[in-house]
C-alpha cells in the first residue's frame, strides 16, 4: 500500500463519519476491506467487542448489523449485555466472535 493509498483509506474513513455511518458499520467495512487486502484486523477465534447507545423506547436490534452483514465480515453475534445510564440512555456491550 501507497502512501496515497492510505491518504485516500483515511479521507473515505473521515466521509463516513461525516456520512451517518453508525461507527459498528464502519468497523465491519474496515474488517471486510483488511481481509480482502490480506491484512485482516482480527484472526478466526478473536472477539470485537463495542459499546452501542440506545434511547429510551429503541431496540438493540435496529442498531445491530443484520445476519447478513455479519457473515460478510466473518463475525457471529455472541452476546450483550445492557448497561443503563439514566432513565434516557442505555449502552449495550456486544461481542461478536471471528469466525474466518
Known sequence: ???ADAEAQIEG????ADSGVPPLEQILDALIRDRD?????LREGGRLVA??????????GDHLPTEERLAEAGLR???????VLNDLLSRWL????CVR
Request: no cysteine; charged share 30%; glycine share 10%.
Open 77 to 83: 453475534f455472541a452476546g450483550a449485555r445492557e448497561q
Open 51 to 60: 459499546f452501542v447507545p440506545i434511547l429510551a423506547g429503541d431496540e438493540l
Open 13 to 16: 474513513d473521515e466521509a463516513d
Open 37 to 41: 487486502a490480506g491484512t485482516p484486523l
Open 94 to 97: 456486544v461481542a461478536y466472535d
Open 1 to 3: 500500500e501507497t502512501e
